[in-house]
């Protein structure tokens, strides 16, 4: 429903959020004649630790929590009134400055500023003050942040009300930064506001009150385009009647004391955050939500604002939209085994797919629902060998891409461009490129990593999963994985080991390639690898066994040949960034039907804690769809290739339930 109305400009009261409950406990919305207008000093004031920093926070009312989300240049304050009406229809209103604001910390780091960091630190605040669901409003900065808070974590929203700002798709094809200068150039305030210290100049050339008066009031619908800045704009002779001077001072006072890099850090982020949102191509924001805009904003008026919400495309990427207010002035069953005959490895065939900004080599192999499978390092498509014939023989579509820096695929440089975000990035590209909906999901080591992350940021992608060696590890956020491995198992480590550029990389280049890989598929010891001098010091296999052959080593020895194995490392020293970037998901559970395969005498099974955390019921209570674990005896860490046959019996007989 679009209701477009002739009122003043004002923020009607969110009640299609609350409508009463038959389940609460009290009528929160009678008696309103008895209930007294609270008054600004009723508002608390707090500073609570979250996801690394220090969050000031205010606070009134109790009731069923809404949390209101500000904009730039903006604080808590501009949601002053809303937690006043709020309060006295008894809701618990919640408005954080969020960091880089007013008075919680400020990271120098543009990096620190993404979506992930902020709806990090919005989940480390409802877990402190012991909220599951909350009603969630934003505006500006804080409505964006509100789309991504739906997109992460929609268990944790009841709905959602957005002002101003309308949700933008991810486009897979062009950064969101490129397509801002390609439709709007250079002097767009958003591509001003790049260069670190330009528009900290042009903001504090003049006071800081009289800037927040020129930005406050900006009445022109039109796309700021500022060569020369913002002190150029107008400054009101008079303010506003809903702006006071009192008002101008309170924001003033705040952002002259930690400046404005902060907010603008928000903006240098958009490269970043698109870099690490491809898992969400082509997601839908499925939280019950209305939309607020008014006609002169100036959002509403950028190229394509209005076809896009009024066209049905709105609508159609968040389908649980229910109004847009504009202020005016199944699949068959595997038959017919019998018939088909069984493939041979000459018939897996090889694409190059162009994929979330790189080229992924992909192996595939059959027709029928589609079963996707994650290697680990140092591997390739080709540990999936077995069951991606067993698989196709069975009547279903298998596909194995060598997982960005390995093999044929692409090898980034850098290790910040390995992080989940990344990866499944990656993968919903190569989905997408298929017209693959769903899938059934197989991993092992890191692609097992990869495959519970996958579940935990695109659900809808996945019909269930299988995953071997490598259990759920949900993120502790009092302490980073990197620390707590140092700590429980030293820096001699193999995961602490690999984390310095070139000290790997010259431990695994000291023997030819092939001998290192037989060493390190063959290891049997099931106790942590402690290496102080290195893999290099490992025993080589006199010969090989069985289930691994010299043409299998000749394979994989190819390749890391001619990559080296950097692409490999770069996934474990890309931990602490990802540890960083994953707080929106602390206390996050993997809702897909699940089953967890592991040896024996795999090392991971035997970490601190491993199987205390399988079988003590802390993985099923992550894992609340996990509906078996197998522990096969006398099987080492690469399983799928030592028992080939048995992994692919599993595979099949889960996901043939589906």
Known sequence: MVIITADKPRLCPPSFLFKPNADRQ????????????????????????????????????SGPPVLFLHGFPELWYSWRHQLLFLASKGFRAIAPDLRGFGDSDV???????????????LIGLLDHLGIDQVFLVGHDWGAMMAWYFCLFRPDRVKALVNLSVHYTPRNPAISTLSLIRKLLGDDFYICKFQKPGVAEADFGSVDTATMMKKFLTIRDPSPPIIPNGFKTLKTPESLPPWLTEEDIDYFASRFAKTGF???????????????????????????????????????????????????????????LLEEVVSRQRGREKHGGEATKRKPSMEQIEHSTIATNGINMHVAFIGSGPPVLFLHGFPELWYSWRHQLLFLASKGFRA???????????????????????HIIGDLIGLLDHLGIDQVFLVGHDWGAMMAWYFCLFRPDRVKALVNLSVHYTPRNPAISPLSRTRQFLGDDFYICKFQKPGVAEA???????????????????????????GFKTLKTPESLPPWLTEEDIDYFASKFTKTGFTGGFNYYRAIEQTWELTGPWS???????????????????????????????????????????????????????????????HIYDFINKF
């Open 26 to 61: 009290r009528d929160v919305h009678g008696g309103e004649a008895t209930k007294r207008n609270p008054s600004m000093e009723k508002i608390e004031h707090s500073t609570i630790a979250t996801n690394g920093i220090n969050m000031h926070v205010a606070s009134i009312g």
């Open 107 to 121: 990271p120098p780091s543009p990096s620190s500023y993404t979506p992930f960091h902020i709806i990090g630190d």
């Open 261 to 319: 890099t902060g907010g603008l850090n928000y903006y240098r982020a958009f490269d970043l955050t698109w870099e690490l949102t491809g898992p969400w191509c082509g997601a839908q924001v499925k939280v019950p939500a209305k939309f607020v805009v008014g006609d002169l904003d100036m959002v509403y008026n950028s190229p394509g604002a209005k076809q896009y919400i009024h066209s049905g495309r709105f609508k159609n990427d968040v389908p």
């Open 399 to 421: 596909i194995a891409p060598d997982l960005r820096g390995f093999g044929d695929s692409d090898v980034p440089p850098s290790p910040s461009s390995y992080t989940p975000f």
């Open 507 to 533: 431990d695994f280049g000291s023997v030819d390639t092939a001998t290192m890989m037989k060493k390190f598929l063959t290891i049997r010891d099931p106790s942590p690898p402690i290496i102080p001098n």
């Open 587 to 649: 206390g996050a559970k993997i809702k897909v039907p699940t089953k967890f395969v592991v040896g024996d005498v795999d090392m991971v099974y035997h970490l601190p804690g491993a199987k205390q955390y399988i079988h003590g019921g802390g993985f099923k209570k992550d894992v609340p769809l996990l509906e078996e674990v197998v522990v096969m005896e006398g099987a080492a860490h690469f399983i799928n290739q030592e028992k080939a046959d048995e992994i692919s019996a």
